[in-house]
């Protein structure tokens, strides 16, 4: 029966819908912040080269379908970890974040391993020359920095899987206020940065991502929070 009553039982109950939300929200407005910094790379390109920006979508494409291959794969970690969490082993999870750096590694060689093809890939398409070699600039430069994301990613799975999303949630949004100013710094060339144009759009994202890799890893090696071994997890809290 539909009630007042009802509805705050289900809210306040231990796995209720206020426990529901209270780890779903980071996650859903995490997500939202990887949309904001598609659209301000792409909102500044377009205001510095019509040609910049329509490379930046197909050859933005093509570096994103090679990385969410493995990085949708290695987002399964906070599945695991959420397992082991639960059931208290602890000691299993240290192992499975960093099966899943390994993963990273070894994913980023194999995205390099595109780079020497990209100029005939992209000419291949069909595309206008201007268009193509701005497309090859743009999809190398994301393949440099490809193990990034996705060692982000496995680290990220240590907090959500644990529940704890609200630190996924701030490393996101400082990741993507950084990605903001580089990109207004390295693509316009402004406060005696060199003007890079859709190189510094790909660079801002590369920085911001080992910004979000570089916060994790002080995170989880910290001495205030849990430390992160191959044999498992000290000093939980």
């Known amino acids: 029966m539909f009630s007042w009553s009802n509805i705050k039982e289900s809210y306040f ?13 980071p996650v859903i407005i995490s997500s939202y912040v990887v949309a904001v910094q598609i659209f301000t790379d792409r909102v500044f390109l377009s205001m510095y080269s019509q040609v910049s920006y329509a490379a930046s979508i197909p050859a933005g494409l093509c570096n994103s379908t090679l990385e969410y291959l493995f990085l949708f794969t290695i987002a399964y970690v906070d599945v695991f970890i959420a397992q082991y969490y639960g059931k208290k082993e602890y000691r299993s999870i240290g192992p499975a974040v960093w099966q899943s750096i390994y993963l990273a590694i070894a994913a980023a060689a194999i995205i390099l391993a595109f780079v020497p093809f990209s100029e005939k890939i992209f000419i291949n398409i069909g595309h206008a020359t201007d268009i193509a070699v701005e497309e090859v600039k743009y999809f190398k430069t994301l393949c440099y920095g490809a193990f990034f994301p996705i060692a982000a990613t496995a680290f990220s799975g240590f907090y959500s899987g644990r529940g ?3 630190v996924t949630l701030l490393v996101s949004l400082c990741g993507v206020t950084f990605n903001i100013i580089l990109d207004y710094c390295l693509i316009f060339g402004r406060f005696s ?3 890079l144009g859709i190189t510094g759009a790909a660079w801002a994202s590369n920085i911001s991502y080992i910004l979000m890799f570089f916060i994790y890893l002080f995170l989880v090696v910290s001495k205030k ?3 992160l071994t191959k044999q498992g997890i000290l000093n939980l809290i």
């Open 225 to 227: 929070m849990p430390i």
């Open 164 to 166: 704890k999303t609200y």
């Open 193 to 195: 940065f060199p003007e």
């Open 13 to 25: 109950s231990s796995g209720g819908l206020g426990e529901f939300l209270k780890i779903a929200v």
